[in-house]
């Protein structure tokens, strides 16, 4: 680089005086950084859209996304507690008559029964969270085996599960325990023993019945044809046990 200012510069070539210095490098007028952020989003915008053309899978649904709490449904005044104590199967009865009510709005994916909440709340969880506006709207208000119901969207927080307390516990004890001391209730238990002790005969104890081997099957029924054919039966009619009496006919030949 010397050698070139020492020689070149102040020099003349075809007319033209030439001026040699050493280089500067700086930037030429002032830097912009947001000029820079633009032209990255652009790139980026450009490429997810060639993605996008490229993409084999379905687009997304257009609309703001939904959270997961709206796809369930809460329903109050189902029931009343008192219900199940009369008869437990009331609660099966109900949780499928209200799947199969909701089945018709969409995919109902879980069904709960509160059975313990005093106003009777059920909860319906579907797949989507439009068919569950779409079963709040339509059970909204409607009558349910004579009560009307109240259908809103679960708020994601509230907690309908209801404890059992230890004074609900025994009274219902007390309720089991006045139901095994019912005559009626000991009366279908004993009628329900004797139909299975009818069916199988049982012999006094020391008695056994009676067994025969295959052998004297075989002599009885060998006795039984000899009284047909009329021998080792004596004049009285009576068969005879002696045996002497077997040689008798020849003895009176001689």
């Not at 709340?121 to 009560?147: I, M, P, Q, Y």
């Not at 002599?219 to 054919?229: C, G, I, L, M, P």
Request: hydrophobic share 30%; glycine share 6%; proline share 3%.
């Amino acid at each position: 680089v010397q050698l070139a200012l020492r020689l070149l510069d102040e020099a003349e070539i075809r007319g033209y005086k030439l001026h040699v210095e050493v280089a500067k490098f700086q930037l030429k007028g002032e830097y912009d950084a947001s000029k820079k952020k633009k032209k990255c989003k652009d790139y980026k915008k450009k490429l997810s859209q060639q993605q996008k053309q490229l993409d084999w899978r379905p687009e997304k649904k257009d609309g703001a996304t939904r959270m997961r709490h709206e796809r369930i449904v809460i329903i109050r005044n189902m029931f009343h507690p008192k219900d199940f104590e009369e008869d437990p199967l009331v609660l099966n009865e109900i949780r499928e008559d209200l799947r199969t009510e909701c089945e018709k709005f969409g995919q109902v994916k879980k069904v709960l029964i509160f059975d313990r909440h005093p106003d009777g709340v059920a909860s319906v969880s579907f797949k989507e969270a439009t068919e569950a506006d779409l079963c709040k709207l339509t059970l909204n208000g409607r009558w349910f085996g004579g009560r009307q119901l109240s259908a809103e969207t679960w708020d994601g927080v509230t907690d309908y599960q209801v404890e059992e307390t230890a004074r609900e516990r025994e009274e219902r004890l007390k309720v089991w325990e006045s139901f095994l001391g019912d005559p009626d209730a000991k009366e279908q238990l004993t009628t329900s023993d004797s139909d299975s002790a009818s069916s199988s005969f049982k012999l006094p104890e020391g008695k056994q019945p009676l067994e025969f081997s295959d052998t004297s099957k075989e002599d009885a029924n060998d006795a039984h044809k000899r009284e047909n054919n009329g021998e080792g039966i004596n004049e009285d009619g009576a068969p005879s046990t002696d045996s002497s009496l077997a040689g008798s006919d020849g003895e009176a030949d001689t």
